[in-house]
């Protein structure tokens, strides 16, 4: 068969050719490119490891900021409770002085008021006085015709208004 004879034929310079490719393939590729593309994935592996080490840090710096937070925020929510008692307690006696004073100022019109109702009072038993005076005075003269003194009429009314 002719193509057998061709290979013993061609047998070395198939080898030769195939030394060359993978002389070519090693030195350009094996020494030239693959050293590129190791320096490259361990700069990317490094770069990988140092984000994650700084995303670490950084959840780490986060975690402190976020607990820092919350003490600063219990403190202020205590400043502000404080704060609002307080201002409570003011409000409360604030509140407690107003109604004091209002009382006091209620009292002394009640009283101001009984004096004027104890006045007036007074002045319409004096004037009741007077009248049922006259009114005693003018019924004794009619009926027995005896002209009572106004000093009389007024001790029998006073009497009378005395016993009831």
């Given at each position: 068969m002719p193509q057998i004879a061709q290979i013993a034929e061609t047998y070395s310079s198939q080898i030769f050719w195939l030394l060359v490719t993978f002389g070519f393939v090693f030195f350009v590729i094996g020494l030239g490119m693959v050293p590129k593309v190791q320096a490259t994935a361990d700069a990317r592996d490094a770069k990988i490891s140092g984000d994650l080490d700084a995303a670490k840090a950084a959840f780490a710096r986060a975690?402190?900021?976020?607990?820092?937070?919350?003490?600063?925020?219990?403190?202020?929510?205590?400043?502000?409770?404080?704060?609002?008692?307080?201002?409570?307690?003011?409000a409360a006696k604030a509140s407690e002085a107003k109604l004091a004073a209002a009382d006091a100022d209620i009292a002394s019109q009640i009283g101001a008021a009984e004096a004027r109702i104890k006045a007036a009072s007074n002045a319409a038993m004096a004037e009741i006085e007077t009248v049922a005076a006259d009114a005693a005075r003018d019924m004794v003269a009619r009926i027995s015709g005896v002209d009572a003194s106004d000093e009389a009429a007024r001790n029998a009314v006073k009497a009378a208004l005395a016993h009831g």
């Open positions: 975690d402190e900021a976020e607990a820092d937070y919350r003490v600063r925020d219990a403190e202020s929510r205590a400043v502000a409770q404080a704060t609002l008692a307080k201002a409570k307690s003011e």
